[in-house]
């Protein structure tokens, strides 16, 4: 292409940007939701100084045998960390059932979070299973 002048120029690409005005609020909706995903156990590491205490009692026992009957029906919260590994936010003994009913991925909800923020949310998902 030329300009006025006659001095020739390559028109720039299109930028993502641009193709974003092309889409609709319901395609930018879907892109921000978030997912479940199947996450290796193997990649999910344990919240550091997790407060809620895990036990390989009767009521686990329970938890194995349900999951292996119907899976798990509600997925953890994790965080992606710096290294490329997973932190359980909200989860651990839905982990450890998956463990010892001899899975390999549990369904995980990824968030963006600081440790901060992380920290936060454990407590908060926490808090009604700790309820009387």
Known sequence: MADKSGQKFALPKQSSLVAELFT?????DEVSREKVLDILLSDIDAFPDHPFLVKNDEA???MVDSVRAVGVQTPA??????????????G?????A????GLTVMPC????LNHDEAII???ELNHNRTKP
Do not use: F
């Open 24 to 28: 609709t609020q319901e395609q930018r």
């Open 60 to 62: 686990m026992l329970g």
């Open 77 to 90: 919260v994790i965080r992606l960390k710096d290294d490329g590994r997973y932190e359980l936010i909200s």
């Open 92 to 96: 651990h003994r839905r982990k450890m």
């Open 98 to 101: 998956c463990e010892l009913a």
């Open 109 to 112: 909800i990824v968030r963006e």
């Open 121 to 123: 949310a454990m407590v």
